[in-house]
C-alpha cells in the first residue's frame, strides 16, 4: 500500500497508481483553467455595475481555494514521481526501508504500461505479477 487518499476514500497501491496520477493531473489541469478563467474575467465581473460585494467575496475564497488545490495536486504528483523513481511507497518511506532499485524507465513503464498510448488512457493496464 502506498497511502490512502481522503480525496477519493481509497487506497492507492500500485495496481491503481496510474489512476490515481491521472486523476491528480485531471484535477491540476482544470484548476489551473478554473483559476486562469477567474483572473482573465475578473475585471470584467467587477467593472460591472450589478456585481455585489458578495459575488467579489466568493470569487476571492474560490481563487484561493483553487490555489491551495492546485499546491496540493503539485505536491501529490511529486510524490508519486519520487515514489516510482525510488521504488519506494510512502510506508515503506516511513519504514526507511526500499523495494529493489530499478531504473526510472523500467518502474514508470511497470506501472503506466509497456506503450505510450497506455499511458494516456485512464484504464488499468494488465499488470505483470511480481513486478517489485
Known sequence: MDHHCIWLGNCVFFTNTKLFVHFLVVTFGYTLQTLTLMVVHLPEIVSKRGASLLM??????????????????????????????????????????????????????????????????????????NIL
Open 56 to 129: 467579489c467575496f466568493l470569487g476571492c475564497v474560490l481563487g484561493i481555494m483553487a490555489v491551495f488545490v492546485l499546491f496540493e495536486c503539485y505536491r501529490l504528483i511529486s510524490d508519486q514521481y519520487e515514489a516510482l523513481k525510488d521504488n519506494q511507497t510512502l510506508v515503506e518511506g516511513y519504514k526507511y526501508s526500499k523495494g529493489v532499485q530499478i531504473p526510472f524507465a523500467e518502474s514508470f513503464k511497470a506501472c503506466f504500461g509497456d506503450r505510450w498510448y497506455w499511458w494516456i488512457l485512464p484504464i488499468q493496464y494488465p499488470f505483470r505479477a
